[in-house]
């Protein structure tokens, strides 16, 4: 049974994706960033699933359409954002920090 | 250790590095080329854990269509060369190494919280692929107790199509 190490490679890969989220401010690698920490939530629940049966498989179907429609809407903000500032560094971008 | 463990440890190794250098290269081109290759480390991962049909669509629609699609915005808005330093100054670095050391700590104590032995079937996926199908395992379940959120994905799809094509046009 792999549920432990399976879990401990989905935490640090998580913790991976939520650093690259702080510590970046290229929006597009942001936007990656997300898809690991969405990718290692996947790892957490096909670990379970082996055990639990396959309610877990179905959650990750979804999470993956949820994805890609997240990064159908996303790239294109950035697209617009970049059409209208020419970058896509977030310290030039803070229209909403008020 | 038998083959089977050795196979998870060598995909997760990496995974977790070409991870690490997805978060820290500077041109987003490489970035997301380490991200792909962290995505089909995981697609092995998912073989290991009895989803062979959940690493197909891995394969398919992360590593293939949605990594697709960042590397066209990179190209599009000509990013590859990574403009500069973008990574955070040294209170940012510390603020977001600290945060996620906390969240590491925290999700530490998840590694031995296993559920309880009473409802853990041994090889529960092994056993339904067996009967079914590694495709109608999944796709049983998927059209039958899971089909209203089915039909709803499909909506969210549709909604997320004409968001994109809204926000990416010039003009209406």
Redesign the interface.
Known sequence: ?????????A??????????V?????A??I???V??ML?AV??TF??????????G??F???V??????????G??????I??HKET??LRNINILKG | MNLVTIVFWIFAGLALGSGVLCVTRRSPLASALWLVVTMFSLAVLFVVLDAQFIAVLQVLVYAGAVMVLFLFVIMLLNLGRGAGQDRKGVVGLTVGAVLAGILFIQLRFLWKAAPPAIIQVPNAMAQLQQQHGMVGSVAGPLYDAYLVPFEITSVLLLAAVVGAVVLAKRKL
């Not at chain 1, 049974?1 to 490679?9: D, E, F, N, Q």
């Not at chain 1, 702080?22 to 290229?26: E, G, P, S």
């Not at chain 1, 096909?46 to 309610?55: E, N, P, R, T, Y």
């Open positions: 049974m792999l549920l432990g190490p399976s879990l401990a490679v935490a640090v890969l998580f913790v991976i994706g939520v650093l690259g702080l510590i970046r401010r290229n597009i690698i936007f990656m960033c898809e690991l990718n996947n790892l096909i670990a379970f699933a082996q055990s639990l049966g396959v309610g498989q179905i990750v179907f979804f993956m359409a949820v994805a890609a429609a997240e990064a159908a809407v790239l294109a903000i950035v697209l617009a970049y059409r896509v560094d």
